[in-house]
């Protein structure tokens, strides 16, 4: 899968479609590079996450034409690339404390050749003019972007700021099960948000191995669904 290394740096292809042999729309697998350096900060490679939600992305590639797209902590934005070539108006976001994140994402859609894809400097909690700027949305993508749990509101306070502006907006979204002692269910409360939990089976996720990659490995990755609580 690396198609080059040199200091950490290497460029993995990801493969939709393959093992399914999906072809009910004349296309039957979508590949995609995402250029990562291991062994740096947190959004410098693939996540186990972003493969769970790439593939749900990728599972419903036919709902996506023409859909405003934002993905929030997007790092090497996997989940946002294949929405992107799959027909979704995708803006990628990570923080705006972060350029080489930034960076990262504009490095993606580069090697995927999708360069109208916006990269915006999105800091979770901070109502800043690039999140006062965006359009309303249909989707918002998430993968691990549930790991500090002194992030969790902040991230959450985003979301229902963007469900102001469109309150028909789905937040999809992956995290890791890393602790049984967290939780979101007060803040989705506080923010009057609702969560559907999606099986990984509904969505040909349940696989160590999936787009052809060694992820999510052993990892425990669930997949919701946030949405206004009023929908
Ligand atoms: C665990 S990584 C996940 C990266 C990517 N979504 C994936 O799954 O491969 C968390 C991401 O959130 C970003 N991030 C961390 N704190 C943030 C904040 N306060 N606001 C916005 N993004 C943040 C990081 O830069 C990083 O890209």
């Known amino acids: ?8 740096f290497m460029v993995r292809q990801y493969t939709f479609g393959k093992e399914t042999g999906e072809n009910e729309d004349g296309r039957s697998e979508l590949v995609v590079f995402i250029p990562e350096i291991l062994n740096s900060q947190y959004g410098t490679y693939v996540w186990p996450c972003a493969v769970v939600l790439a593939q749900y992305v990728w599972f419903h590639r036919r709902e996506l034409t023409g859909k405003k797209i934002l993905e929030i902590g997007a790092g090497v934005s996997l989940p946002g690339v294949v929405a992107a070539k799959c027909g979704g108006e995708v803006i990628l976001s990570d923080s705006a404390e972060l350029p080489q994140c930034l960076e990262n994402c504009h490095q993606s859609c580069q090697m995927n050749g999708i360069l109208e894809v916006p990269v915006i400097g999105l800091t979770w909690g901070n109502i800043a003019p690039d999140l006062l700027a965006l359009p309303p949305l249909d989707i918002i993508l998430g993968s691990d972007v549930f790991y500090e749990p002194e992030d969790f509101e902040d991230v959450l306070s985003s979301v229902y700021f963007l469900m102001q502006k469109s309150s028909q907006a789905q937040f999809w979204t992956s995290y890791q099960v890393r602790s049984t002692n967290w939780s979101i269910e007060d803040l989705l409360y506080k923010w009057d948000l609702k969560c559907t939990d999606v099986p ?8 160590p191995h999936l787009a052809g990659s060694d992820l999510p490995g052993r990892h425990t990755v669930k997949m919701m669904i946030i949405t206004a609580n009023n929908i």
Request: aromatic share 6%.
């Open 200 to 207: 990984l089976m509904t969505f040909d996720a349940h696989s």
């Open 1 to 8: 899968m690396c198609e080059g290394e040199k200091s950490g």
